[in-house]
Nanobody, 127 residues
């Protein structure tokens, strides 16, 4: 059982930046690909970004490409989401998730593919 705890959310003005962190309890953290998802008010949870087990491969939803960066530190059992040029449309609860299955590039964008989830952290972007 992997426990995931997100932090770093908050209130920021449009154009600002935030860095989300997700700490994992699992010693074999490097065995999991990691993803970030978000759920905006009244909407379904949507994919944001994914990073491979080693960190060597990443991919992003078109809506955040060029603004958000996912990274990981396997020595610290942590994954991060650097969010720049934030927009009001980025307002959501952000979740990190762990996927124990290796997948081809471009897959792993569906929440059903992930095995463990954190509780989420609120990000609010004001205009």
């Amino acid at each position: 059982q992997v426990q995931l705890v997100e932090s770093g959310g908050g209130l920021v003005q449009a154009g600002g930046s935030l860095r989300l962190s997700c700490a994992a309890s699992e010693r074999t953290f490097s065995s999991y690909a990691m993803g970030w998802f978000r759920r905006a008010p009244g909407k379904e949870r949507e994919f944001v970004a994914r990073i491979s087990r080693s960190g060597g491969s990443t991919y992003y939803a078109d809506s955040v490409k060029g603004r958000f960066t996912i990274s990981r530190d396997n020595a610290k059992n942590a994954v991060y989401l650097q969010m720049n040029s934030l927009k009001p449309g980025d307002t959501a609860v952000y979740y990190c998730a762990a996927d124990r299955t290796a997948r081809a590039y471009g897959l792993g964008y569906q929440d059903k593919e992930y095995d463990y989830w954190g509780q989420g952290t609120q990000v609010t972007v004001s205009s």
